[in-house]
């Protein structure tokens, strides 16, 4: 008889308010168990797939890990599967209908021996939910007591093993009923594991799949041994024997151009495996090219199943089924993988849409946003109605009600910001002033964005999911609405804005901190000064005051007591700034190479300079006082929260990446200690060569290549000795001063006000996210943060090809240049050139096996030879006994040109045509032209861009068709989203180490 009982479905809405759904749920005394013990087959309506009977025991997923690790547990070898439908609907819910059906399949397979059963329906089986309890004990749970019916039905005849990834569940249920055995699923694989050795679980990334992937310490060789797997896939990998072993290549290859792919040194034969199962697939949208008519022909007969290039080269080629071939040829368009059968050499794939015509701008930086994973579609019209409206007709005024809540600083503290010229997006400011008490008050106010952003709303949804602001070479995608980041919450000069505030008191003689404030406060900026203005007021240079606004119609007299009140401010700033530092550097806190270099816009929104950012004092002074606030947050909201702060860490590297950075050095004669931050500071500090600073800047450089990143966590997940950041040599970090376009800093804002309620023993408005919760978001914004350093790596190397592709490198001066020698590998070196900032391979040694050659008068060419490497130089010798060598740091004349490749991106080609360094009679004209060269490179690019916009005028309808006929989709396009960017900054991500 059936018994009915109520299901209760708690349901979050987009609103963050909870639904709740009561659904009739009906139980039965029996339902099929298949399993071949059954003592009643005729009850169960046993009558379909049955377990096979020669197993020495049944085998129970638990839901975590048929989520997981499904692809395993389709593995032949593992037999006796009970899957609990308790399992396949959370497998249905969390991985989507495409693992549900790989599920479904299974289950239906003759050849895999497992069964469904439906232990939510069997009276015996079912337990509801308890009150507190969460829905993933409840599932474990559920599972567990379905396991022991289970094994009790079959009269105690066969043992049941359930497998989970709950070690709490191990420890709790894993002796409780005898012939029901509770372990992990890494336990399991080691009893059933087949064939050899299975080493490791990893994530295979990092290498083309024509060549060998590095995984984890382990070395996954050609494509035969990555066995189906695609980058970005968590594979198990089975070791091979030590005979079979491999070391990794000293030589420069074809698709590696950046210089941490090729910076690792010879070695001897380090362990080397195959895949042998795929635990987590990483299949995503991919770019691909499709093939010309020669190549469509020489694929077979069958033109409707076509082999299509990823533009990532890590990726295999892709076969789909098209009739418009030869209509795409010209355009980079987007796939998505459906399956890779176990006969074939390539996966299955369908069209998605094109993205835009090979070699165009837009299309290509499509292409790099596509394969990034970052979507910049416009607001929605639900986010833009969240948004509060300011209007010369409506315009925003403070409320009553936050004027009596908030400290009020707008008539007792001079606030100002220092920014870029023309910068829109003000997160920060500063205030200095003497109090009554002879000490000094040091005021660091960040711009209140959760005031705006209310915790599950449709703009705090849309902001978690892309979690940065997206910086490219030419433009940028705002994580939040113009509205707030470029007005309400942007700091500007003489308006009110609404502000979260630290505030310390300092000894006006030592600087050292007294007591520290933290609150809401309203704030009016006094000055937007850019940094440039700023320096020139600190050297005592007045007569930038003109560039000033705020000066300019002020009377003579109120005007010279402002700028000596201004000038102390900023003064004051810089000493505090050179103390903090002081004692960070005593630390062992790092000074690492980064360049960062500002996009200027003309009056059309055309891009009209790249400036390099000069260093400057005062850069430093504002870096100090922000890294100070991220700091004291940090240590506050981890006092109030110790297991649910979001913090940021930056683990110390490992000693074996500084062995590169060790034998150059030792190459000049310097010794760089590596033992701590400190040891390593002060070692870059003396690794300085009087007549060529450009070695203290790639020694430097090399030093940022072997940190790791540092990375968002949340404090629940590690012990405190593991908080530490090694390159600011802090205990404790945040980010706490960007809330504008990162939201990690919106979270640590809505702690920070937690903290403080706690602090005054109020209720606390926001619900905190747990641990879990948050070690899962911190994933997802450091996943975002290397999406933005890759995409913005992408776009400056984009815009290096287009400056060179058009250009005769025979003839043009430009393509000329000075480069400097800062690796060296057995058929070529690893180049720098200052002039362009570009990093890239040299080769001594030709495709046709011919070595390079240094005439008398030092110009270079081929000939037949060979070469030698040494530890720290590099001697080609030609078959007539010429001998020309290169040594480390050696400056030498490259000629620069563009690798164009149809199917994936164009790389910059560097080519030593003389071994003596690159001269120019007037050193400084080259100096001044130098910083406009940049500028050159970015203004014809868009020239050129424009122009080939005006050729395609004619072909306009076509393209339109064209855009129909393979759906295109219409509405805005990036240019036009270009079109409304004022204000851009670019970073130097070869220096991959962030703060």
């Known amino acids: 008889m059936l018994q009915k009982r109520e299901k209760v479905l708690l349901l979050r809405t987009f609103q963050g308010r ?39 025991h049944y085998m129970i997923p638990d839901w975590k890990v048929v989520q997981d690790y499904l692809e395993i547990l389709e593995f032949p070898e593992l037999k006796g599967i009970i899957f609990m439908q308790t399992a396949c609907q959370t497998l249905q819910h969390q991985r989507g209908r495409r693992q549900y059906n790989k599920l479904r399949h299974l289950l239906k397979d003759a050849r895999h021996d497992c069964v469904l059963f ?15 309890e969460s829905m993933e004990k409840w599932q474990t749970r559920s599972i567990y007591r379905a396991a022991v019916w289970y094994y009790h039905h079959c009269q105690d005849k066969m043992p049941i093993v359930m497998v989970t990834e709950d070690e709490e569940a191990v420890q709790q249920y894993g002796s409780e009923t005898e012939g029901v055995f509770v372990i992990s699923f890494k336990g399991v694989l080691n009893v059933n594991k087949h064939r050899a050795q299975i080493e490791a679980f990893v994530r295979l990334q990092g290498a083309s799949c024509k060549d060998s992937g590095l995984v984890s310490d382990i070395l996954v060789h050609g494509m035969k041994a990555r066995n189906r797997s695609i980058h970005g896939d968590v594979v198990v990998v089975e070791l091979l024997p030590k005979n079979e072993w491999k070391g990794r290549t000293a030589a420069l290859c074809e698709n590696d151009s950046d210089d941490k792919a090729l910076g690792d040194p010879p070695s001897e034969p380090m362990p080397t495996g195959k895949v042998v199962g795929i635990l987590q697939k990483n299949w995503r949208d991919y ?57 074939s050499l390539y996966p299955n794939g369908h069209f998605v849409r094109v993205l835009g015509r090979i070699g165009d701008l837009e299309g290509e930086i499509a ?37 009596r ?27 200095v002033r003497t109090l009554a008490n002879g000490n000094l008050e040091l005021g660091v106010h960040i711009a209140d964005v959760t005031h705006f952003v209310p915790p599950n709303s449709y703009i705090d949804i849309e902001a978690r999911t892309r979690a940065i602001t997206y910086y490219l070479a030419d433009r940028r995608y705002d994580m939040l609405p113009s509205i707030l980041s470029a007005d309400l919450c942007s700091l500007l000069g003489g308006v009110d804005r609404y502000a979260v505030s630290v505030i310390w008191e300092l000894d006006k003689t030592s600087y050292e901190i007294k007591t520290v404030w933290y609150g809401r406060t309203i704030i009016r900026s006094a000055y937007k000064l850019f940094y440039e203005a700023a320096q020139e007021l600190l050297d005592g240079n007045f007569h930038i005051v003109d560039d000033i606004p705020e000066f ?28 903090i530092r002081a004692k960070r550097d005593r630390c062992g806190a790092l000074e690492l190479e980064g360049v960062e270099i500002r996009v200027q816009l003309d009056e059309k929104k055309n891009i009209h300079d790249l400036i390099p950012r000069q260093p400057l004092e005062v850069h430093e ?266 040594h480390l740091f050696d400056h030498v004349t490259v000629r620069i040109s563009v690798q164009a490749s149809r199917c994936h991106s164009d790389t910059i080609r560097l080519e030593i045509i003389s071994n003596k360094p690159y001269l120019i009679p007037d050193k400084e004209l080259f100096h001044q032209s130098s910083l406009l060269l940049k500028s050159d490179l970015v203004k014809e690019v868009t020239r050129s861009v424009e122009e080939a916009q005006l050729a395609q005028e004619v072909k306009v309808n076509v393209i339109q068709e064209d855009y129909q006929k393979y759906c295109q989709t219409k509405g805005r396009s990036l240019y036009t989203l270009l079109e409304e960017i004022r204000d851009l900054a670019l970073l130097d991500v070869s220096n991959s180490y962030g703060m």
């Open 18 to 56: 909870t639904l709740r759904i009561v659904r009739e749920h009906y139980l039965r005394p029996s339902v099929p168990c298949n399993s071949p013990l059954c003592p009643q087959p005729a009850t169960c309506h046993n009558d379909g797939k049955l377990l096979s009977s020669d197993v020495t």
């Open 118 to 132: 439906a232990n939510e329906f069997q009276q015996h089986c079912y337990h509801p939910r308890e009150r507190g």
């Open 287 to 343: 770019v691909v090219t499709f093939p010309s008519k020669e190549e469509v022909q020489s694929q077979g007969k069958n033109a409707q199943k076509i082999l299509v290039t990823p533009w990532d080269n890590r990726i295999p080629k892709i076969r789909i089924s098209t009739q418009q071939t030869e209509a795409l040829q010209d355009f980079r368009v987007v796939v998505r993988i459906d399956s890779w059968e176990s006969t």
């Open 367 to 403: 292409t790099i946003l596509v394969e990034n994973s970052i979507s910049v579609v416009p607001f929605s019209e639900a986010q833009m109605c969240e948004m509060p409206v300011n209007t010369p007709e409506n315009p925003w005024k403070v409320s009553p009600e936050e004027e």
């Open 405 to 431: 809540e908030r400290k009020d600083l707008r008539e007792t503290h001079l606030v100002f910001s220092i920014d870029p010229k023309g910068c829109e997006d003000v997160d920060d400011t500063l205030s």
């Open 552 to 579: 300019r119609d002020l009377d003579e007299k109120s005007r010279q007591a402002k700028l000596e009140e201004l000038v102390w401010a900023i003064g004051k700033l810089t000493e505090i700034a050179r103390h």
């Open 621 to 886: 002074t504002v870096a100090e006082c922000m890294i100070l606030a991220n700091h004291w947050v940090a240590k506050k909201i981890w006092e109030s929260f110790p297991h649910q702060a979001l913090l940021r860490q930056h683990p110390p590297p490992q000693q074996e990446f500084f062995s590169e950075l060790r034998e150059c050095a030792k190459a000049k004669g310097f010794f760089i200690d590596t033992r701590s931050n400190k040891t390593l500071a002060d070692s870059l500090d003396n690794a300085n060569d009087p007549n060529d600073p450009i070695v203290n800047r790639l020694l430097r450089s090399m030093a940022t290549q072997a940190m790791s990143n540092a990375l968002y966590f949340s404090t629940g997940s590690c012990a405190e000795e593991e908080f530490h950041h090694y390159g600011l040599a802090l205990d404790k970090y945040t980010h706490f001063t960007s809330p504008i376009r990162r939201y990690s800093d919106i979270v640590v804002h809505r702690l920070l006000m937690a903290a403080i309620s706690k602090d005054k023993k109020m209720e606390i408005k926001d619900n905190l996210l747990s641990n879990k919760d948050l070690e899962e978001l911190c994933r997802h914004i450091n996943n975002r943060n290397r999406a933005a350093q890759h995409s913005q790596k992408q776009s400056t190397e984009l815009f290096q090809c287009m400056y060179f592709k058009d250009k005769d490198p025979e003839n043009e001066a430009r393509c000329i240049s000075d480069g400097v020698i800062y690796s060296i590998r057995t058929n070529g070196v690893l180049v720098f050139i200052p002039r362009f900032g570009i990093k890239g391979a040299a080769y001594l040694r030709n495709k046709d096996g011919l070595v390079i050659s240094c005439g008398s008068d030092s110009r270079s060419e081929w000939k037949p030879g060979s070469l030698q490497r040494f530890q720290n130089k590099i001697t080609s010798t030609t078959t007539g006994g010429e001998s020309v060598t290169f």
